[in-house]
């Protein structure tokens, strides 16, 4: 039995852009239903969540700590792109995973991944991209791992 979950684990990770980071978080996952794709799906939302929300508190942090205007106003444009992720967009892409509405889950997804990638443009070039560029990129790879498990879903 335990081949065949890891089976169904490494065929659904193999259709996504990133198979190492969707295999390895499910894997890890000592809860993950591994012949189950919807719950596959909820484990990688629920991942993205929690790298959000971890995200969201370092953007604090950091606001609380800069001296530097421009710096300040740009990790605001990022708190405001990353606070609805963290509360509407994926508890709204969980809930309809298990609800089993996967078209509107794959819509929430492509949404947090567009808040992100607002954030990630916000830096980009600056001499103050280091700072979230590491958490940024690792949020865009779970949101395309997340989107693909969906969109396998939507497809049957």
Do not use: N
């Given at each position: 039995m335990k081949d065949e979950d890891n089976d169904l684990v490494d065929q659904i990770?193999?259709?996504?852009?990133?198979?190492?980071?969707c295999s390895?978080?499910?894997h890890a996952n000592p809860l993950?239903?591994?012949s189950?794709?919807?719950g596959m799906a909820l484990i990688m939302v629920n991942d993205i969540l929690a790298n959000a929300t971890d995200t969201?508190?370092?953007?604090?942090e950091l606001i609380k700590q800069t001296t530097d205007k421009d710096l300040e106003q740009q990790l605001a444009f990022c708190a405001e792109s990353y606070i609805p992720v963290v509360k509407y967009i994926?508890?709204?892409a969980a809930d309809a995973i298990s609800q089993g509405r996967f078209?509107?889950?794959s819509y929430s997804i492509v949404d947090a991944e567009k808040e992100i990638g607002a954030c990630n443009k916000k830096f980009s070039g600056s001499s103050s991209s280091s700072l979230l560029g590491d958490r940024n990129s690792i949020m865009q790879k779970l949101v395309d791992v997340a989107a693909a498990i969906v969109k396998l879903l939507l497809n049957g």
């Open positions: 990770c193999k259709q996504t852009p990133f198979y190492d980071l390895s978080i499910l993950a239903p591994k189950d794709p919807k969201l508190s370092y953007i604090e994926l508890p709204q078209g509107f889950a």
